[in-house]
Every structure is written in structure tokens, then in C-alpha cells.
């Protein structure tokens, strides 16, 4: 009966909010009629700075929009100004937040059960019983359902590239890497995953769930979840732009190819109607890794900022940049949203400011709400080494990007961490707090071993030393040595048998070759990563029979060093040589190896 009534309080929000005939800030918030000022100074110049054609904002109370404003160009070919009653933007990861409801919405109904394992609702395929505790719709709400990260492919060109739903979900499932509930690790493939269950169960597709159950009962009529935009709304679009280029350069449009986690375009002042529905009864929390930190509220990222509690959900994708950020102890939502890669840096420091001007610390801090849900890790003591996200790819290629995303973690002997250019001071109950008291991090171990650095936002998961760049890199270093020995023997002409010199040749070739592989995979991952967006580039493809073609050359001459070693003409030093040019399979191998680069091990 609990579950049944706190599911029917979590649906609430899709109802319209009816307005009141006079509001006022709460105790301890700023009347944010002072919205209008705040941006208008603080929003262009950043824009400006960091080559972002143009923003909209909406600020609204707990029964009406107080301001909304659009800020430079939303079409910059077409010099159309940014209109926060007409402009849509694509509002990317923030469309988690319908899906959730939706999801919340169907639990109310009594057709989904939030703790039931998800292959109750799936049809043609099933999530793997990869570790004991199956995958909950609570779990792919809270971004516990530990499932690895996937970011090829997950965008298209065309509507003809995007594959039903449930196809893409089958065949592109990512690898079950840890047990649900441990700690969060963000999940796109979760949140489709809940938006097929939702439209499994109601026999609607997603977005006609959402124009049906969401937008239409709130009069979000400027809002969509279709790709791609209807014709009625499809001239409002605003265009997304690489601030990098210069100018600013245009971004086509971009599908998801898993629209219920960010497909819909939306106007500012429509996301207004939304966040007064969901600050009529915001969800409650509903994990967190540990008592001190920020976790998740009914899919909402939950932080505390200023003594405030703080719901919010951010979106990235062709270009744009927004953010939906609720505090529902001043009745107080904003949206944002920038049509700029350089967006994220625009919003930094005046979302900081927002804050601080807007719901400063009051009399009574707001704290996290004591754990409803089984804690699954615990704390342990600092540790020093190399993190990478809890959010990253094991089984495919895309596990590559685990040398350059990982970061260094160093503790110093005042027992102070630093981690991400800041440092943490130890607090008297274990944890720690970043200096400027905004947020705080706790060291936990979890099943297997594992440890984590979790942070009010990111996890972060302890790396095997053979995992850390430094290591790879002095690997590839010695690798490259003798690749270029190998150069500085090509001309050399001896008097030795015919099977020697093939087999000097073929050990000289295979080392060249890997290091023309080696070049040309930083190329790819340095300076074309764009592409992986739409699927693995056919150059990247290609490259992979690189490291086939050097392999099977070591394994021949192998075989002809072996049978020519007592060859006439062949001299001790080439010897020495040839086993220095055969060596330097091993360190290949194992790069080749260690990160999915033998074969092509996509997802």
C-alpha cells in the first residue's frame, strides 16, 4: 500500500498547476523577480566569450513565469532571433525527466511494479542474468542498473537510420560490469530501456505517450518528442552550432537512435509549465551512495546547494547545451539552454551565481533524507591512483577512451585529496569536502573489491595500474624503440640466406606496420571523434586490419628466424637484432589486446 501511494504521489506532476493570485519568495530565497536584471548582465558577454550564438532562459515561481527571455540568434544563416514562446531547442538529456514521469505515471497505474525485474515488461529479447539481483525500473531510474556506457552509433543522419526501438535496444545492449544498486553510473541505454517498457506496457509509442499523457494535459504545445519535428513546429527549430569553428559552424540535425532518452524539442517557456508540475510535488530521494552525498530523486539529479535542496537534469547534443534545475524549497525552476558547444562553459559560473543570488543560505539548511534503499558499498580510506568514471565501456572497442578519460587522484601528507584541480579536506567522520564547501567525496568499496572515489556528482572507480596512461604509455614507448630500430635496418644488405632476410624483412615490416597502426589510431580518436557518433568510421574499420596483418607478419618470422637461425651470413648482431625486433610483438600484442583493438570488437 506505501508503494502504491508514494507512485501515485510521484505522478502528480503531470497535472497543470493551477496559478494563485499572488506568490512571494519562501523564507531564505530571493524574490527571483530580480531575474530579469540578473541575466541581462551576467548571460552575453559569456556568450560572447565563448562563441555561443545565442540562449534562452525562463525563470518561473511556483504558480507563473516571472521571466523569460531570448539572448542572441537562434538561427544565425537566417538572423532569427531566440523567442522563448517560439524558439525550440533540443532539450537532449533533459527528456529523462518525461520518461521518468511516464514511468512514475505507469507505477501509479498498477501496470509496472518500479521493483520487478525489467524482463517482466520486455518482448524478443531479456536483460542477461549477469549478476544475481535482476535490473529494476528503480534501478534504471536512479542510474544504478550497472550497465557500461555506450556512445557509438547512438546518433543518425537520416530517419531512415533509426531502427524501431526494440531492435536497436536488442542488439545493441551494453555489458552488465558491476550488481544494481552499488553506486550511479549514468545510463542512456537505461532510460530507452525504460521508455520501451513504457510503451510496451500502454501499447503507445514513446513519443505519442508523451504528447498524449504529458504535453497535451499541460499545454506544452510547443513541445515535441518526435523526430523529426513536425512541419508545424519544424520552422521554430533552432539551430545547434560548433562554437570551435570559426565562425561558429552550423550542426545538421541529429537523431537519437534511443528517443526516450533525448528526443524532445522544446521552447523555454514550455519547459516553464513543466518544472511548475514537477515543484508541485517533486519526487522524493531515492538513492545515494552514501548519507552525505548528492544522489538521484525519481530520475532527478538531487545535489544541495547554499542549505537548498536542488533537482536538476542537464542535456547535451547537436550542439545545444540545457539545464532544468528545480528548488522546491523557494518554488523556484529555471531552464537554460544554449545552442552552443561552448555553452557549458557560458553557463558555469552564472549558474554558480544563480544560485548564490537566488536561494542563498537561509536560517535552516536543508540535509539529505536518511536511505530508504539497501546501501550496497562501504567506506574505506583513501586512495591514492589512477580513476576513471564510474560510467565507461569494458567490452567493446569504446574501451579505449578509459586511457584519456582517467584521472589522477594523490593524497598528500596533511591527509588532504586532490582529485579534478581541487582539493578536499578530511572532515572528522571520514569524508571530505571540497574547499569551497560545495561538494563533498567519500572513498567506498563494493562487491569484488572494487573501490570507488564518489563525489555529490560523478563516481569515480579505482584503475589497475596496467589500465593507467603512464603504464600504456611507457608499453607504447618501448614498442616504438624498436619499431624504429627496425628503420635504421632497412638498407642494410648481407650476404645471408634468402629465409633470413625474408624473415628479417617480415620482423622489420610487422614493427613498421604496428606503428603506422599506432599513428593512425590517435588520429582517429584525437581528431575525428565526431564520427564515432554515427558508427564506427569506415577509416577506423580499416585501420583494424593493421594490427591482424602485423601479428600474422611476427608469427612468419617466427617461423623463418627459427628454421634460418644457423644460416650462413647471418651475423650475431642481427641476431640480437632480429629477437629485439621479434620482442617487440609482446608489448603490441598486449596494447592491442588490453583495449579490443585485435578484431573489431564494436558495440
Known amino acids: 500500500m506505501r508503494r502504491a501511494l508514494l507512485a501515485l504521489c510521484l505522478a502528480v506532476p503531470l497535472l497543470p498547476v493551477a496559478p494563485t493570485a499572488a506568490w512571494s519568495a519562501p523564507p531564505g530565497c530571493a524574490d527571483p523577480a530580480g531575474a530579469a536584471a540578473f541575466f541581462d548582465g551576467a548571460l552575453p558577454p559569456r556568450l560572447e566569450r565563448f562563441r555561443v550564438p545565442g540562449a534562452v532562459v525562463a525563470v518561473t515561481g511556483r504558480a507563473s513565469t516571472v521571466f523569460a527571455k531570448g ?11 531566440f523567442d522563448p ?34 524482463n517482466t515488461y ?22 544504478t542498473a550497472g550497465f557500461e556506457d555506450r556512445f557509438v552509433g547512438v546518433g543518425a543522419r537520416t530517419a531512415a537510420d533509426v531502427a524501431p526501438l526494440e531492435t536497436y535496444l536488442a542488439r545493441h545492449m551494453p555489458a552488465r560490469i558491476r550488481p544494481p544498486g552499488e553506486v550511479s553510473a549514468y545510463s542512456n541505454y537505461g532510460a530507452a530501456l525504460a521508455g520501451y ?58 537523431f537519437d537512435r534511443m528517443p526516450p532518452d533525448g528526443s524532445i524539442s522544446a521552447t523555454a517557456a514550455d519547459m516553464a509549465v513543466y518544472a511548475r508540475a514537477q515543484l508541485a510535488e517533486p519526487p522524493a530521494r531515492s538513492f545515494a551512495a552514501d548519507a552525505v552525498l548528492g544522489g538521484y530523486a525519481g530520475g532527478w539529479m538531487e545535489r544541495f546547494r547554499n542549505g537548498h535542496r536542488v533537482l536538476m537534469h542537464d542535456g547535451s547534443w547537436e550542439g545545444f547545451q540545457s539545464v532544468l534545475v528545480l528548488v522546491p524549497g523557494c518554488d523556484l525552476g529555471l531552464f537554460v539552454s ?67 578519460g582517467s584521472l589522477r587522484l594523490s593524497v598528500d601528507a596533511a591527509g588532504a585529496v586532490h582529485l579534478k584541480g581541487r582539493t578536499w579536506l578530511p572532515q572528522p567522520d571520514g569524508t571530505f569536502t571540497a574547499e569551497d564547501g560545495r561538494d563533498h567525496l567519500v572513498f567506498l568499496t563494493g562487491s569484488g573489491g572494487r573501490r570507488y572515489a564518489a563525489t555529490d556528482g560523478p563516481t569515480y572507480e579505482l584503475l589497475d595500474r596496467t589500465e593507467t596512461l603512464p603504464f600504456n604509455l611507457l608499453v607504447l614507448l618501448g614498442f616504438a624503440l624498436v619499431a624504429l630500430s627496425a628503420v635504421a635496418n632497412l638498407r642494410r644488405r648481407t650476404g645471408a640466406s634468402r629465409r633470413w632476410r625474408v624473415s628479417r624483412a617480415l620482423a622489420a ?92 570488437w564494436y558495440p
Open 509 to 600: 615490416g610487422a614493427c613498421l606496420t604496428g606503428l603506422v597502426f599506432l599513428a593512425g589510431l590517435a588520429v582517429e580518436v584525437l581528431y575525428n571523434p565526431g564520427a564515432f557518433l554515427y558508427g564506427v568510421p569506415a577509416t577506423f574499420t580499416l585501420l583494424l586490419v593493421l594490427p591482424l596483418l602485423a601479428l600474422a607478419g611476427w608469427a612468419a618470422a617466427v617461423a623463418g628466424t627459427v628454421t634460418g637461425w644457423r644460416a650462413r651470413g647471418a651475423r650475431t648482431a642481427a641476431r640480437v637484432h632480429q629477437v629485439v625486433l621479434l620482442a617487440g610483438a609482446l608489448p603490441f600484442a598486449w596494447f592491442t589486446w588490453q583495449w579490443h583493438l585485435i578484431g573489431w
Open 71 to 81: 539572448y542572441g540568434l537562434a538561427d544565425v544563416a537566417a538572423g532569427r532571433p
Open 197 to 254: 517498457v513504457v510503451a510496451q506496457v500502454s501499447g503507445e509509442p514513446f513519443d505519442r505517450y508523451v504528447q498524449a499523457h504529458i504535453l497535451d494535459p499541460l499545454g506544452m504545445a510547443h513541445t515535441t518528442a518526435a523526430e523529426p519535428v513536425p512541419a508545424a513546429l519544424a520552422g521554430d527549430l533552432a539551430r545547434g552550432y560548433d562554437s570551435d569553428a570559426a565562425p561558429p559552424a552550423a550542426i545538421p540535425f541529429t
Open 122 to 143: 520486455l518482448r524478443g529479447f531479456a536483460v542477461p542474468a549477469t549478476f544475481p539481483r535482476p535490473v529494476t525500473l528503480r534501478a534504471l531510474m536512479d542510474h
Open 338 to 404: 544554449a545552442n552552443g558547444t561552448g555553452g557549458i562553459e557560458a553557463f558555469g559560473e552564472v549558474m554558480d551565481a544563480f544560485f548564490d543570488r537566488f536561494t542563498p543560505a537561509g536560517p535552516v539548511a536543508q540535509t539529505p533524507a536518511a536511505a530508504t534503499w539497501p546501501v550496497r558499498v562501504t567506506r574505506s580510506a583513501p586512495r591514492a591512483g589512477f580513476y576513471q568514471p564510474a560510467r565507461h565501456a569494458e567490452s567493446t572497442v569504446e574501451k579505449l577512451t578509459t586511457l584519456l
Open 85 to 118: 514562446e517560439r524558439s525550440l531547442v533540443r532539450i537532449a538529456s533533459v527528456t529523462k525527466t518525461f520518461t521518468w514521469a511516464a514511468v512514475r505515471r505507469e507505477a501509479a497505474a498498477g501496470r509496472v511494479d518500479l521493483d520487478a525485474d525489467v
